[in-house]
């Protein structure tokens, strides 16, 4: 019965896998397919599961680095956190009683909004960025020196 279990566990990590392809149940997935071989031959199921997190874990630390260096190789990354405690220029009011705003950051224009709510900058006030959500820019005045 072991089996069974070790087998469906094996089918919903690779599915999960499959569904998301971010790597992180592919490992598992792994450590699923050894520790139902092993159920095969009748071993103990606490040896089982010894073997699955065993196995787990090797694939995960000696095969995921290389995994994420020539998989993911094309992915986009972004560093939006650098962005954080930047200067923008306001181009569009920002109000968020009326879900309006924009500033211009590193040449790009933002969908901006204020940190206050009841907070209000006209056009060409600088501000600070202090949180990126989605595409907005989390913005207060900048503080003078």
């Not at 999960?16 to 971010?22: C, F, G, H, V």
């Not at 397919?33 to 196995?55: E, K, M, S």
């Not at 500033?103 to 709510?117: F, S």
């Amino acid at each position: 019965m072991a089996a069974i279990y070790w087998l469906i566990g094996f089918v919903v990590l690779l599915g999960i896998e499959a569904a998301t392809m971010a790597l992180t149940t592919i490992w598992f997935a792994g450590g699923a397919l050894v520790a139902f071989v092993l159920a095969l031959f009748g071993v103990n199921t606490q040896v089982q599961l010894a073997i699955f997190v065993i196995v787990s874990f090797i694939l995960l630390f000696f095969t995921r680095p290389f995994a994420l260096r020539y998989v993911n190789r094309y992915t986009v990354k972004t560093n939006t956190d650098s962005l954080i405690g930047k200067y923008a220029r306001v181009t569009a009011e920002i109000n968020n009683l009326e879900s309006k705003g924009a500033a211009i950051l590193n040449g790009q224009e933002w969908t901006a909004r204020a940190q206050d709510d009841d907070s209000i900058y006209p056009v060409g006030v600088m501000v600070e960025v202090k949180e990126i959500k989605g595409v907005k820019l989390i913005v207060s005045r900048k503080q003078e020196d």
